[in-house]
Each structure stands twice: as structure tokens, then as C-alpha cells.
């Protein structure tokens, strides 16, 4: 019994700080889960037909302004995508998301940002959950257009494989996040789902349960957005 005590004590200090990270991780997905509704559900927000002819949607939630001027710091956040080969399935169990770097964080007259990036072909997504990839070296990125009218076809969104929005105290932009470095937050991914995880296992297999903290948001944009409107992707 007296050594059996150590050994309990050890692991329950080992499991705290575990147990602190997991719940964490599960905030953090709740609030993705908010903001993607919170700014879908305004129609001069995000426009549907981006929206229909996205594959991936990457959230980032209360990214904080003086992290980035510091350098101290970064955004979290998580990714989500349509599950099948083409991506035209349900959308997918979350990947935690690193943001860094790059000069928003001075043209943002705000403490706290959220962000949503939509991520509109294979390539870009591929790349994201593979590496670091920074954003107009690595992927095109684009301000993403906004109101319910606007056009998706223009030139730039047409190109671009990351278009990127921000919302500042309430105020909602497209803004370029050019120079900033999107990665997977790996060990989020492993204290969120008890285990190692690919990224891309999570994302395109399709056999990763959505967590509970991640149901509002993956349902939600399952009922917003249930088919892959994309040249060549509808059903």
C-alpha cells in the first residue's frame, strides 16, 4: 500500500493538467461553434453561395489583438470540412488550429477578434492539414467578400483558395490575413481526442465521432450548408 500511494499521487498530478487541457480544447470548439453562427446567420455577412461552394471552414474565436504585437502569442481555433473523397458528404469532426503571425493584429482597432477563414478548394485544405502554410506564399488568400448579393465569381475569389473575414466588437469585414501562418494545433488534437490523431485522418476519413463541444457547430452548418455546391461537386 505505501508504494502503491506514490504512484496514485504521481498520476493524479500528471492527469490534472491533462484534464485542464481537454476542457480547454472543449471551450474552445463551444465558442467556434457560436461564432459560426452568430455571423452565418446574418445574411450580409458571409455570403450563402460562398459559404455552399466551400470545402473547409476554419474558425478562430477572440483572437486577441495584443498577442500579435507582442509576439507573445497566437490564435486557436479549429477546422471542420465536408467529409468524402470530392467533398461532397456531412461536414466533419473538428482539427484544432494554430493561427500566427502576419500584420492584422495592427490593422484591427479592436482587443479581440474572431475569424473565419473558408478554405474553397482541395489543394488549400490539403495543405493546411499537412503543414504550416503561410497564407499568399504558401495558398492564395483573399479578403472574402461580403452582403448577401455580392459577387462570388469576381476574379479574386475566384482564384483565391482561402478567403478570410474578421469580426471586431461587433463589426464584420473581410480582411487579407497575407503573411499570417495557418498550422494544425496538434497537441490540442491529442488532448481533445485522448490519442494521437493525423489531422487529415480526422478530417478525410470520416471515422473520428465529433466531439460534444464540437455538435452545435458541425450540425449547424450541416443544416446550413448540407451540399457542396462547387463546379463538378453537386449531387
Known amino acids: 500500500?505505501?508504494?502503491i500511494i506514490p504512484i496514485l499521487l504521481?498520476?493524479?498530478v500528471i492527469a490534472l493538467p491533462l484534464q485542464a487541457d481537454d476542457k480547454k480544447e472543449k471551450e474552445r470548439l463551444e465558442n467556434c461553434g457560436t461564432v459560426v453562427?452568430?455571423?452565418?446567420?446574418?445574411?450580409?455577412?458571409?455570403?450563402?453561395?460562398l459559404i455552399d461552394k466551400a470545402d473547409c471552414i476554419i474558425v478562430y474565436p477572440s483572437v486577441v489583438k495584443a498577442a500579435f504585437v507582442f509576439g507573445g502569442s497566437y490564435g486557436r481555433g479549429a477546422m471542420v470540412c465536408r467529409t468524402g473523397e470530392n467533398f461532397t458528404g456531412p461536414w466533419s469532426a473538428p482539427s484544432m488550429m494554430a493561427l500566427e503571425g502576419g500584420s492584422f493584429g495592427l490593422q484591427i482597432g479592436a482587443q479581440a477578434t474572431d475569424f473565419v477563414l473558408l478554405v474553397m478548394n482541395e489543394r488549400g485544405a490539403k495543405s493546411i492539414l499537412s503543414s504550416k502554410v503561410k497564407l499568399g506564399a504558401d495558398a492564395s488568400a483573399a479578403a472574402g467578400p461580403k452582403g448577401r448579393n455580392a459577387e462570388a465569381s469576381t476574379d479574386v475569389t475566384m482564384r483565391a483558395e482561402i478567403l478570410s473575414y474578421s469580426r471586431a466588437r461587433g463589426l464584420f469585414a473581410g480582411i487579407s490575413l497575407a503573411g499570417s501562418t495557418v498550422r494544425p494545433d496538434n497537441?490540442?488534437?491529442?488532448?481533445?481526442y485522448g490519442k494521437r490523431v493525423d489531422p487529415s485522418d480526422i478530417i478525410f476519413k470520416g471515422t473520428v465521432p465529433v466531439p460534444s463541444s464540437a455538435q452545435k457547430m458541425v450540425s449547424y452548418l450541416n443544416q446550413k450548408s448540407p451540399k457542396n455546391r462547387s463546379s463538378g461537386k453537386e449531387i
Open 187 to 192: 497537441s490540442a488534437n491529442e488532448s481533445l
Open 37 to 49: 453562427q452568430e455571423i452565418m446567420d446574418i445574411p450580409d455577412n458571409i455570403p450563402q453561395d
Open 10 to 12: 504521481a498520476y493524479s
Open 1 to 3: 500500500m505505501k508504494k
